[in-house]
């Protein structure tokens, strides 16, 4: 199997020709859907299937757990804590198994099943990991994934095995583990679903078209994204280019994407004089596991889109994605902790001056807030400690109180 284009090197992409509807016909068309019952339809990502037509008129392969279809949701204190009048979280933590890469992973499946494929692998600091499982699951594939030893939540290794993953714990780093299965994948015939797959990049561009559908086609000023492995931000960017293209909007949002400071080798590079090479870092470190990536594989495709969208990025450091995270808890929304890196960002480039307080902000959160219920119950205990034993403050902590089984001392401790 080819992932890389073997004249310069970098990943492939999916590239089609125009579909044969308008823009406006296919907005009125892909709106019709949501009152459907066909399962296809019902998927926020295949309803906009004339966008991501690499299986063609054949959608029987098409794997879907109803996907997509996740909420915008307002956040007030969130937008006061970020410095703005106004904030909505595009909430991805609503998809099936909690997180964006099922928007990737039924096309990735869906692909694997066209091909005639009978096992999908992946190497996965966890998100990845539980989709897979359950896409491949879901469509009669098996599931084997790869995944480093020590350091994952709980809560995404018991999805994958719960859904049915054959699971194998490396000791050795995500990189080093993404090496070595890109070559056992090719000796043994497996589909590779990691980040270098272009169909995940496919689905994962309608969550753009999905945040603007559900903004009747309004353009935010701003969309802000954590990165880890830059597969995410490198789909949004393809994803609004491409709408631009056809017509569905008339200008693009500046992308913002947000690096934990302890894995922030693209925030280097953007940094840096030099953006011909990015240093990869062989100790990542940071709490906020889904974005604890220190060679980012799509880095060259998220340089591009952060160019052509006048974007940025920043970096926080984990007292700052802790904090975040209470706050957007605080709103009744929650996430885990790599999606609260949006806010701590925002909450800084506002502070910069770099973002307008009245600037019309899209922050997605791309996990469950019950992936990862030991960071949240250590952060609001007080004994959350950074990677390299540091200590988190709870600054917005909120610890279970013990009282005596007594009514009195428990309506004075109300009372109070
Ligand atoms: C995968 C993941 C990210 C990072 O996305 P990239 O495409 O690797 O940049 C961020 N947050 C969560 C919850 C994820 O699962």
């Given at each position: 199997m080819i992932y890389n284009c073997p004249h310069c090197g970098g990943l492939l992409e999916a590239v089609y020709g125009k579909p044969a509807l308008p823009a406006n016909d296919l907005k009125t068309l892909w709106r019709s859907r949501r009152t459907s019952n066909a399962p296809l339809d019902q998927s926020g990502v295949w309803r906009y299937r004339e966008f991501i037509p690499f299986l063609g008129e054949d959608l029987a392969s098409a794997v879907t757990l109803r996907e997509g279809c996740t909420p915008l949701l307002p956040g007030k204190l969130a937008a006061q804590y970020g410095g703005l009048d106004s904030l909505v979280f595009k909430h991805q933590g609503f998809n099936p198994t909690g997180s964006f890469k099922d928007n990737g992973?039924?096309?990735?499946?869906?692909?694997?099943?066209?091909?005639?494929?009978?096992?999908?692998?992946?190497?996965?600091?966890?998100?990845?990991?539980?989709?897979?499982?359950?896409?491949?699951?879901?469509?009669?594939?098996?599931?084997?994934?790869?995944?480093?030893?020590?350091?994952?939540?709980?809560?995404?290794?018991?999805?994958?095995?719960?859904?049915?993953?054959?699971?194998?714990?490396?000791?050795?780093?995500?990189d080093q583990i993404l090496a070595l299965v890109r070559t056992l994948a090719e000796r043994l015939g497996i589909y590779l679903l990691n980040s270098i797959n272009p169909?995940?990049?496919?689905?994962?561009?309608?969550?753009?078209?999905?945040?603007?559908d559900q903004r009747d086609w309004k353009v935010p000023d701003w969309v802000v994204l954590p990165g880890g492995n830059l597969g995410n931000v490198s789909a949004f960017g393809k994803g609004l280019r491409e709408l631009k293209e056809l017509g569905f909007i008339d200008r693009l949002p500046r992308l913002a994407v947000v690096q934990a400071a302890g894995s922030a080798p693209f925030y280097d590079l953007w940094h840096s004089t030099d953006r011909s090479h990015l240093n990869a870092i062989s100790h990542p470190e940071t709490l906020?596991?889904?974005?604890?990536?220190?060679?980012?594989?799509?880095?060259?495709?998220?340089?591009?889109?952060?160019?052509?969208?006048?974007?940025?990025?920043?970096?926080?450091?984990?007292?700052?994605?802790?904090?975040?995270?209470?706050?957007?808890?605080?709103?009744?929304?929650?996430?885990?902790?790599?999606?609260?890196?949006?806010?701590?960002?925002?909450?800084?480039l506002t502070a910069a001056g770099i973002m307008r307080a009245d600037a019309d902000v899209v922050a997605v959160l791309t996990g469950n807030v019950l992936k990862d219920p030991t960071y949240i119950h250590q952060y609001h205990t007080g004994v959350l400690r950074t990677g390299t034993g540091e200590a988190i403050a709870p600054t917005f902590g909120n610890p279970p109180i013990v009282l005596p089984n007594n009514e009195d001392a428990i309506a004075s401790f109300l009372s109070a």
């Amino acid at each position: 199997m080819i992932y890389n284009c073997p004249h310069c090197g970098g990943l492939l992409e999916a590239v089609y020709g125009k579909p044969a509807l308008p823009a406006n016909d296919l907005k009125t068309l892909w709106r019709s859907r949501r009152t459907s019952n066909a399962p296809l339809d019902q998927s926020g990502v295949w309803r906009y299937r004339e966008f991501i037509p690499f299986l063609g008129e054949d959608l029987a392969s098409a794997v879907t757990l109803r996907e997509g279809c996740t909420p915008l949701l307002p956040g007030k204190l969130a937008a006061q804590y970020g410095g703005l009048d106004s904030l909505v979280f595009k909430h991805q933590g609503f998809n099936p198994t909690g997180s964006f890469k099922d928007n990737g992973m039924t096309c990735g499946a869906s692909q694997a099943m066209r091909l005639g494929m009978t096992r999908v692998a992946c190497v996965s600091t966890g998100n990845t990991s539980a989709s897979m499982a359950a896409y491949a699951s879901a469509a009669g594939l098996l599931p084997v994934i790869f995944i480093p030893h020590g350091n994952i939540s709980f809560g995404k290794l018991a999805q994958a095995l719960e859904y049915g993953a054959k699971t194998i714990q490396v000791e050795a780093n995500f990189d080093q583990i993404l090496a070595l299965v890109r070559t056992l994948a090719e000796r043994l015939g497996i589909y590779l679903l990691n980040s270098i797959n272009p169909f995940r990049i496919e689905g994962q561009k309608t969550i753009m078209a999905e945040m603007l559908d559900q903004r009747d086609w309004k353009v935010p000023d701003w969309v802000v994204l954590p990165g880890g492995n830059l597969g995410n931000v490198s789909a949004f960017g393809k994803g609004l280019r491409e709408l631009k293209e056809l017509g569905f909007i008339d200008r693009l949002p500046r992308l913002a994407v947000v690096q934990a400071a302890g894995s922030a080798p693209f925030y280097d590079l953007w940094h840096s004089t030099d953006r011909s090479h990015l240093n990869a870092i062989s100790h990542p470190e940071t709490l906020a596991t889904a974005i604890k990536i220190g060679d980012p594989i799509s880095w060259p495709k998220a340089l591009h889109e952060l160019t052509t969208s006048n974007g940025l990025v920043e970096k926080v450091t984990e007292q700052e994605i802790a904090d975040a995270k209470a706050i957007i808890g605080r709103c009744g929304i929650g996430c885990e902790p790599a999606s609260a890196a949006t806010l701590a960002g925002i909450r800084k480039l506002t502070a910069a001056g770099i973002m307008r307080a009245d600037a019309d902000v899209v922050a997605v959160l791309t996990g469950n807030v019950l992936k990862d219920p030991t960071y949240i119950h250590q952060y609001h205990t007080g004994v959350l400690r950074t990677g390299t034993g540091e200590a988190i403050a709870p600054t917005f902590g909120n610890p279970p109180i013990v009282l005596p089984n007594n009514e009195d001392a428990i309506a004075s401790f109300l009372s109070a």
